[in-house]
T-cell receptor, first 111, second 113 residues
Framework: SQQGEEDPQALSIQEGENATMNCSYKTSINNLQWYRQNSGRGLVHLILIRSNEREKHSGRLRVTLDTSKKSSSLLITASRAADTASYFC???????????FGTGTRLTVIP | DGGITQSPKYLFRKEGQNVTLSCEQNLNHDAMYWYRQDPGQGLRLIYYSQIVNDFQKGDIAEGYSVSREKKESFPLTVTSAQKNPTAFYLCASSLERYNTEAFFGQGTRLTVV
């Protein structure tokens, strides 16, 4: 499969804790993007990191990219109940006409 | 408000019928996409379009058709040739193909009855 793979598939934490999700992919990329999806809704873009970048921040989100290991991580700090959603990584791969999505991590934040 | 709008939200299809899902955007984006999402799976690309009057097949185009007569509109027809059409369909657009963020509609849930 050309899709990325998120790990873990499901994650349950207490409000206030940090949540870390990982994404691995198989080929060279132009960029890697993280999206959030609330149940039964469309996806919302969170952050884009280009292949020449190693880390990006946006509010409580921190994304890292390690192209040598073909992996990325999304850290959500000080989680809130409203962060409960599925999180997907998507890769724009060199030479491909597609944005490849992983199967997602289902995050549950318990109040 | 700027955004991407899909309609209807829920759609029921009888066996052997064609149905058309609407997708409209007022973001002035050139690129538009249709994805299919099945439970527990990621998104799979059905079709994409980079400019008006041009579109390309994605990974799972069989049983689907699209048109791009206007920049703002990218309707998807699910034909009777699609043997397992029950799924959640998502339309998206972006300023540049895959190099910038994609904006998604709220989705259409299609059920075969």
């Amino acid at each position: 499969s050309q899709q990325g793979e998120e790990d873990p598939q499901a994650l349950s934490i207490q409000e206030g804790e940090n949540a870390t999700m990982n994404c691995s992919y198989k080929t060279s990329i132009n960029n890697l993007q993280w999206y959030r999806q609330n149940s039964g809704r469309g996806l919302v873009h969170l952050i884009l990191i280009r292949s020449n970048e190693r880390e990006k921040h946006s509010g409580r989100l921190r994304v890292t990219l390690d192209t040598s290991k073909k992996s990325s991580s999304l850290l959500i700090t000080a989680s809130r109940a409203a962060d409960t959603a599925s999180y997907f990584c998507a890769t724009s791969q060199t030479g491909a006409n597609n944005l490849f999505f992983g199967t997602g991590t289902r995050l549950t934040v318990i109040p | 408000d700027g955004g991407i709008t899909q309609s209807p939200k829920y759609l029921f299809r009888k066996e052997g019928q064609n149905v058309t899902l609407s997708c409209e955007q007022n973001l002035n984006h050139d690129a538009m996409y249709w994805y299919r999402q099945d439970p527990g799976q990621g998104l799979r690309l059905i079709y994409y379009s980079q400019i008006v009057n041009d579109f390309q097949k994605g990974d799972i185009a069989e049983g689907y058709s699209v048109s791009r007569e206007k920049k703002e509109s990218f309707p998807l027809t699910v034909t009777s040739a699609q043997k397992n059409p029950t799924a959640f369909y998502l339309c998206a657009s972006s300023l540049e193909r895959y190099n910038t963020e994609a904006f998604f509609g709220q989705g259409t849930r299609l059920t075969v009855v």
